[in-house]
Every structure is written in C-alpha cells, then in structure tokens.
C-alpha cells in the first residue's frame, strides 16, 4: 500500500522562468511558488537558461517571448533544442503581450503545452501549470523513455495506457503526444491518421495541420505537401512558416527562382536565419552573388545592437565568404579569404561558450586549408572542445569534415559527414534541414566520400523492402541515388520500390521521370534489361489506373 502511494504522488518537478524584465521576473516566481510540486529558478536572458543547462536539467521552461534585444524566446527554445541542450520530455509554457498573428504563429509553430497571452490572471496560470502537472505525472513514464531514445518502448507504454483508458481531461494531451512519438519513430501513415482524426473534429487545429504537412513531407507526397502549403499561406498564423516550407521544396528541386519569389513574400524583418541562408544559397545558384551578401550585411546591420543575432549572422556571412574562397581558383581566394576572417574575429571575440569557439576556430581552419596552410589548421584544432560534437550544428560538421579530410585524415572526414547527415535528419526547421542536406551532399562529392555511405543505405533500404516496409525503403533508396547519382542500381531499386508501393510520385521524382533520369546514365547489360522491365511495368499501372 505504501508503496502504491508513494507512486502516485507527483514528484517536484523544475521549472525556469527566462524573463528579461526583474519585476515580472519577481511577479511570475511568486505566483509559482504556492502551486506545489515545482522547484523554481530564473534567469533574464537566453544565455543565462543556457549556462544553467549545462549543469541541470529543467521538466518545464516558461518562456517570454520578447526577451529584449537578444533572440525572442521561440529562438532561444529552437536553438537549445538543436544543440541538445533541451530533452524530448522537456514542457514549453510561453507568455506574450504580443498578440501579432506574426508572434502567434511562431509560437505555435514549437507546440508549447502552455500560451499565455499577457495580461493573464493568476487563475489561469495556476489552472494551466496544476494541468501540466497533472500530464506530466501522468505521461512520466513515457517521456523517460523519450529522453532515452526507446521510443519503441514509449509508444508500447503509450498504447498500454490508451487501452486503460486515459482521463478525459488529458486525451487531448496524450493524442498529441501519440502522433509526435509516431512520426519520430517512422510510422508516418499512423501519425498521419490521428492528424486526420484531429482535423476530422476541427479542421482549425494549428499544430495537426503541422503535424500532417510534415507527415506528407516526410512519405514523399509533395504534391500533396504543396496543396495544404497553398492553403496555409491564407492563414495569418501560418503564413510565413508556409511560404518557408514552399521555398524549401522548390530548393530541392533546385527551382532557385522560385525559392527567392517565396521568400520574398516573408516582411525582410521576419526572415529567420535559415531562411536567410536558403534565399543568399539560392541567389548564389542564379549568380547572384553580391546580393546574397547584401542580403547578410543587412540582416547583420539590423542586428548590430542584439549581440547573439548580430554573431549568427556575422558567423553565417564568413561561411558564405568560405565557401566562395572554396569554389574560386586558390589565385583567386585572398578577397574572400580576408573577409571571412575579419567576420570570424568579430563574431568569435569574447567568447566563453565553447560551442562558439569551436565554431570560430573551425572556421579559422578551414580558411587555413583553402590557403593550403597545414600547419596553421592543425594548431588551430588543439583545443580539448574541438573533438566534442556532442552540440555541433550539422553545417559546421561539414566544415570540420573538409578541414580534416584536408589534414590527410579522409576516415574522420567520412566519421563527421555522416554525423552531419545524422543530425540533420533531427532538425526541426525545414529550411535549415534543406539547406544543410544539399551542402553535405555537394560537400560529399566533393571530397569522394558520398559512394560509401550510400552503398550502406542503398544495403539497408533492400532489406526494408523484401519485408515490404516500403515507405523506409523509398527513404533509403531515394537518399543512396541522392548521394550517388550516378549509380543506376541504386536508382532502378527507388523506381522498383515505387511501383511496388503503387507511389506514382517520390519526392521530387515521378515514375517516369526517375526511368527518364536512369536511361540517360551509363548502364550495364543487366541494368538495361532491369530497366526495360521495370519501364513495362510502370505502363502497365498506369493503363491499370487510366
């Protein structure tokens, strides 16, 4: 008996408050302090939140969403969720006076369990946080298993809990939950389903329609992907983060005129770092490239005032330079080079956070290599959180790939790319995975290291497919053709996979498109008549169909 109690009395749980205003700071502790169950500390800024995880882990972040001059709230929270510094179970409570449909959306967009709209009354905070509560206790065992990655076993947990029968007051909650675990976990078609059920009931729900267009992303129904996009750009709430995930489509189709028209429907103020960096990639592609560092310096002169933005736009300009440095003839690389440096040194300056100093000093590096200055780029990497890549964002495990692929060490650079394509597939914003994705495939190619890891993934799409998971399969395949394109094999297996899985379009591929883009490369006896076969086939559907 003792024991049952024991088991069912909530735990304290820790909470932060990041406000950047003392007396609200002051305000909000005191209401939180007689609720119960809940360990409150809290900080004025972002980079207070961040020192502080480091040592400890937070249940629950409440947020305001204005926090001065540095990155709003909804920044801070994605960029400490990149970096690893907050866990899946983590709860999100987010406090505004801003009631802009701008500020809105962009909450909405992190699905925070809790938005309070300032001025809010105590009541209602205490009724919100005691729910919370309430979830949390109930879903703890789950969200264990979160945080440790067995999301097998959450699922199982999950669906054990549904046949019990979950409290009326927390199916909402729990039926969000159920359909994130699913999409993290590859069951796209059954997190697609509660979407669906969702919107059934109300066709208005904010985070389901998130949830089903990442869903289609994700099964390879862009077309289907771009129709609900259409629509979302009509819905204040959703309009930019809608005109982002169309730019970020027409970028992997690599329709760079059209990702600039799309973003350019986003007010200048508004645009996100990553969409900066796909609109300045896809200006570079058009060779347009004085307006893509324009596009920085103003985005960097905007924020001259807000350290921790200037910094992320001056570190993104000085890659920018790097990458140009790598694409001209070492004769023509002093301009670019020099600049990159200058921006480097202003970003890097005073800088205790370790993940920014491996940042500059990978930077430093990598410009070191392009002057084919060896020496300088190995003394560069002596420092002990060099090697920690624990919190590196997937565009510098690039960058740190190339440096150490030109330092003669072609088994790391290989180790680093696939970490990056690792990571990468965990990144929440679409725009920053679009971008990262094409500069570690173009990264990979040019270093000759793309063919291993698709020969890998090419390996275990096929046992996917002979045990018919077909949509894990297409995965693979289309990933493995990605990286070695010239690979017919690889290709024949996505087009073989598509027909099986009666998938008329993948991704930015038809059918017949795809037997187009195979019969142009150079192929085998064998794969000509496994071409021929396959071409049959496909006409076959499509009379079946038509």
């Known amino acids: 008996m003792f024991d049952r109690i024991l088991s069912t009395a909530p735990m304290e749980y820790r909470i932060a408050i990041v406000e950047d205003n003392a007396t609200a700071r002051t305000t909000l502790r005191g209401h939180l302090l007689p609720i119960g169950h809940l360990n409150v500390r809290s900080f004025a800024s972002g980079v207070e939140l961040k020192s502080a995880l480091r040592k400890q882990h ?44 701008q500020a809105i959306g962009r909450i909405m967009d992190l699905q925070p369990d809790i938005l309070l709209i300032k001025p809010y009354t105590i009541a209602s905070l205490t009724r919100q946080i005691r729910h919370y509560i309430s979830y949390r206790h109930y879903a703890d065992p789950i969200l264990k298993e979160m945080d440790n990655k067995q999301r097998s076993n959450a699922i199982s947990l999950l669906q054990k809990q549904v046949r019990e029968g979950v409290p009326s007051r927390l199916v909402n909650d729990i039926r969000k939950l159920y359909a994130r675990l ?7 078609q059954r997190a697609m389903n509660i979407y669906d059920e969702v919107l059934t009931r109300s066709d208005k729900v904010l985070w389901a329609q998130w949830g089903k267009i990442r869903c289609q992303y994700a099964a390879g129904k862009w077309p289907e992907c771009q129709s609900e996009l259409s629509t979302m750009v009509h819905s204040s709430l959703a309009r930019d983060r809608a005109f982002e995930w169309l730019a970020s489509l027409s970028f992997e189709q690599k329709s760079y005129g059209q990702v600039e028209d799309y973003l350019e429907n986003i ?26 560092i324009d596009l920085f310096q103003k985005k960097r002169a905007m924020h001259r005032s807000a350290k921790d933005r200037f910094n992320d736009f001056t570190f993104e300009l000085a890659e920018f330079y790097l990458l140009l440095a790598e694409e001209s003839p070492t004769t023509n690389r002093r301009e670019s080079l020099s600049q990159a440096r200058k921006l480097v040194g202003i970003a890097g300056r005073n800088q205790g956070d370790r993940q920014m100093l491996q940042k500059r000093d990978y930077l430093l590096a990598f410009s070191a290599i392009l002057e084919q200055d ?12 060099m090697d920690n890549y624990l919190r590196t964002e997937p565009s510098l495990l690039v960058i740190a790939a190339k440096v150490h692929y030109g330092l003669g060490d072609e088994e790391k650079a290989n180790a ?18 679009v971008s990262n994705s094409a500069l570690i495939i173009t990264s990979g190619k040019e270093l000759g290291l793309n063919h291993e890891q698709a020969v890998a993934l090419n390996e275990t799409g096929t046992h996917m497919f002979v045990e018919k998971n077909f949509l894990g399969a297409l995965k693979h395949f289309y990933d493995a053709f990605t990286l070695s ?21 993948y991704r930015k591929f038809s059918v017949q498109s795809l037997l187009s883009c195979v019969a142009e490369l150079e192929l085998t006896q064998g794969n000509q008549q496994r071409l021929n076969q396959l071409t049959l086939l496909a006409q076959a559907a499509a009379e079946k169909k038509g």
């Not at 909804?74 to 907050?86: D, F, S």
């Not at 060896?374 to 959180?385: G, M, T």
């Not at 990056?420 to 965990?426: F, P, S």
């Open 267 to 292: 007010k200048f103020s508004e645009l996100s770092l990553s969409a900066t960096r796909m609109k300045s990639i896809a200006f570079q592609k058009q060779d347009k490239v004085v307006e893509a």
């Open 182 to 188: 699913l999409y993290e976990n590859g069951e796209i």
């Open 416 to 433: 680093l790319l696939l970490l990056a394509r690792q990571k990468n597939e965990e990144t929440q914003a679409i725009t920053e995975q």
């Open 58 to 101: 937070f249940e629950l972040l409440l947020m305001d969403y204005h926090l001065g001059q540095g990155k709003s709230g909804v920044e801070w929270i994605h960029a400490l969720r990149e970096a690893g510094y907050i866990r899946p179970s983590t709860g999100i409570i987010f406090l505004t006076s801003d009631r802009s449909p």
């Open 485 to 505: 394109a010239d690979t017919a094999a690889f290709g024949l297996n996505l087009v073989q996979c598509m027909i099986e899985a009666d998938t008329a379009v």
């Open 374 to 385: 060896e020496d300088k780029a190995a003394s560069l990497l002596d420092e002990d959180y």
